[in-house]
């Protein structure tokens, strides 16, 4: 069965700085992978998602991931964080041939003036 | 842009009653999904949805669950005698394909069983 791990239930950055998501899967196929983000008192929205296409991929709110399978990690980053950026950050994958989502913990993102 | 809705967006219910989440899914999406997150804990899958029958469960999914789509609309998960351990926040998703569709969630239904 498919894991997701997150390292870091909460991570905590200054407005501008490096923003950096961790992420890994167990799976011995490379599995499509996403992440999604929570506001609060809303739903999980797609940040962007991995399909075997480019292992870097470019999601909404300067946000990017890249696939790296020697390291089974498709870790978020985002260069300069901004205040809209707090919220929780979801890992997750879909095994090829399915449609089961396995979330990660998730990791919520503070971010400090 | 289209969205899935879901209602209500609380619940309080009695332990051993039965409760309905409503969902309704985007239009054009022909596969539908509910997920779970108990406070504290991940979002967990429950069950999948496509072509008016269940196409995957997780072992959360009992006979206590059931799924319907009782019109061309709305998506429902059916709790039949609820427990203590329901209480949680119940997604709700849709997507046009599988594996590398995207699947838009809704904003989740919180449920409290006392």
């Known amino acids: 069965a498919q894991s997701v791990t997150q390292l870091g239930s909460h991570v905590s950055v200054s407005e501008g700085a490096l923003v950096l998501l961790r992420c890994n899967y167990s799976s011995s196929v490379p599995p499509y992978l996403f992440w999604y983000v929570q506001y609060p008192n809303q739903g999980l929205q797609l940040l962007l998602k991995?399909?075997?296409?480019?292992?870097l991929v470019k999601g909404i709110n300067g946000f990017e991931a890249e696939f790296k399978k020697s390291e089974t990690s498709f870790h978020l980053t985002k260069p300069s964080a901004h205040m809209s950026d707090a919220a929780e950050y979801f890992c997750a994958v879909s095994d090829r041939g399915y449609s089961t989502l396995t979330f990660g913990k998730g990791t919520m993102l503070l971010v400090s003036p | 842009e289209p969205e899935v809705t879901q209602t209500p967006s609380h619940q309080v219910t009695q332990m051993g009653q039965e409760v309905i989440l409503r969902c309704v899914p985007i239009?054009?999406?022909?596969?539908f999904y509910w997920y779970r997150q108990i406070l504290g804990q991940k979002v967990e899958f429950l069950v999948s949805f496509y072509n008016n029958e269940i196409s995957e469960k997780s072992e959360i999914f009992d006979d206590q669950f059931s799924v319907e789509r009782p019109d061309g609309s709305n998506f429902t998960l059916k709790i039949r005698s609820t427990k203590l351990e329901d209480s949680a926040m119940y997604f709700c998703?849709?997507?046009?394909?599988?594996?590398?569709?995207?699947?838009?969630f809704g904003p989740g239904t919180r449920l409290l069983v006392l």
């Open positions: 998703a849709s997507s046009q394909g599988r594996g590398q569709e995207t699947q838009y």
């Open positions: 239009s054009n999406h022909l596969y």
């Open positions: 991995y399909t075997s296409a480019a292992t």
